[in-house]
């Protein structure tokens, strides 16, 4: 018999007043007071009803928040979010939509923006204040900037790359053939957004003709067909060769010492298990991203993100296949379970205890992003393994032997 069930009878006893005196003092001994807590599926017995209405797309999508499992608890800010219930901006050339603190208030940390660039699609030669981390999730894209010593980089990035401009660089990105990108962008602030950046356009349109011909040394007229709107995203056509355009910007100062951009899903698991895989991107190895760390964590169907929480970050979660259940734990205590498919947003405030279940029958894989220059984690099973057994014992009244048998290394993705 699973705890559960036998704490549900215990429950079920004690509310019809049959529990007998051994049975009382078992359940004292080994699962408190039947009646606590007050609030839970573990208290109906079983089934609760819900008579309706119903947002049928909704309600069979998050069946989590529908039926929460029978130990959720009490109640947190929303950590749940998708693409899918952001407007999309489209213009010719592409299309973005983002989920910002203004759409998803505990997402203070970070902003996601997630756009499609047709091939030959430009997003505009524009900068902003945040950091902007990405990782390509279709495609093939061309990211150009310049960094503070003058010195220019241009890359091409797939599917499963990473790029990372620091605050205030300036950047374009072009969709590539045969079918252009489609990507996520993460701010390292959750209130940025991609609808207020700074546009070349809008400067250039906002400054007097005589400026701009002293500001370039060439003449006045040069600048009669400006655009005086923004552009954006605008259909271009497509670029030349990588080597051309690396050529065509070739200067004196030199490259920068340090890519701009990650192969991701290229680079050696740091962590491979019997349930998956973990790819660490941080400081210590995507040199120049140094306010955002990421994860890309791949768990096969019936594995588990081990329990564990982040002591230096809060966690923004970006579910690319499969489907997950991921339940949340506080003070309080509250413990609430949310679901996530393809395109959803998931968000763990630092320090928050919490798991993510592969309940599909296809790989999930999603990525774990931090504002933090280092990858940073604490396994609950890692910290019992390695805390004295009798206090651990003594704790939670469990058998040495079995405390005896919990990872001294955290597993990460589990089972092993
Ligand atoms: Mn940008
Ligand atoms: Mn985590």
Do not use: C
Request: glycine share 8%; aromatic share 10%.
């Amino acid at each position: 018999m699973s705890i559960l069930s036998r704490r549900k009878m215990l429950a079920a006893s004690a509310a019809g007043g049959v529990m007998t005196a051994t049975a009382a003092a078992h359940a004292a001994v080994v699962f408190g007071n039947p009646d606590d807590p007050p609030q839970g599926a573990i208290n109906t017995g079983g089934a609760f009803t819900d008579p309706g209405p119903q947002n049928p797309a909704l309600a069979n999508n998050l069946p989590s928040f529908e039926n929460p499992p029978a130990t959720d608890v009490g109640g947190m800010p929303v950590f749940w979010s998708s693409f899918n219930i952001a407007p999309k901006r489209v213009q010719n050339g592409g299309w973005a939509r983002q989920v910002s603190s203004n759409a998803f208030p505990i997402s203070t940390t970070i902003a996601g923006v997630n756009m499609r660039l047709n091939a030959g699609g430009v997003r505009e030669l524009h900068w902003h204040q945040a950091a902007e981390w990405a990782v390509m999730t279709y495609g093939h894209a061309r990211i150009t900037t310049l960094d503070t010593e003058g010195r220019p980089f241009i890359a091409d990035v797939k599917t499963g790359d990473l790029w990372y401009f620091p605050p205030g660089l300036p950047h374009s990105l072009q969709g590539l053939g045969p079918d252009g990108a489609e990507f996520v962008l993460a701010f390292d602030n959750g209130a940025a957004g991609e609808y207020n950046t700074l546009l070349v356009t809008e400067w250039i349109a906002h400054t007097p003709p005589e400026v701009l011909a002293k500001n370039f040394g060439v003449p006045v007229e040069s600048f009669q067909h400006i655009p005086l709107a923004q552009r954006w995203i605008f259909q271009s056509d497509l670029p030349g060769s990588l080597a051309a355009d690396q050529e065509a910007v070739a200067t004196s100062a030199g490259s920068p010492p340090h890519p701009f951009i990650f192969r991701l899903s290229d680079m050696k698991p740091n962590k491979i298990t019997a349930s998956g895989t973990v790819q660490i991107a941080d400081s210590t190895n995507f040199t120049v991203s140094k306010t955002v760390a990421a994860a890309l964590v791949t768990v096969k169907p019936g594995g588990m993100r081990e329990m564990h929480w982040h002591p230096n970050a809060d966690e923004w979660q970006y579910y690319v296949s499969g489907q997950a259940r991921m339940t949340v734990f506080d003070a309080g205590p509250s413990a609430v379970t949310a679901d996530f498919r393809p395109g959803d947003i998931g968000y763990v405030v630092k320090n928050l205890g919490h798991y993510i279940e592969n309940t599909g029958k296809t790989d999930l894989v999603f990525l774990e992003i931090f504002k933090t220059d280092r990858y940073e984690e604490v396994s609950l099973a890692n910290w019992l393994a390695l805390t004295p057994p009798t206090q651990v014992a003594a704790t939670l009244n469990l058998d040495p032997a079995v405390i005896a048998r919990f990872p001294k290394v955290r597993p990460e993705v589990v089972p092993t």
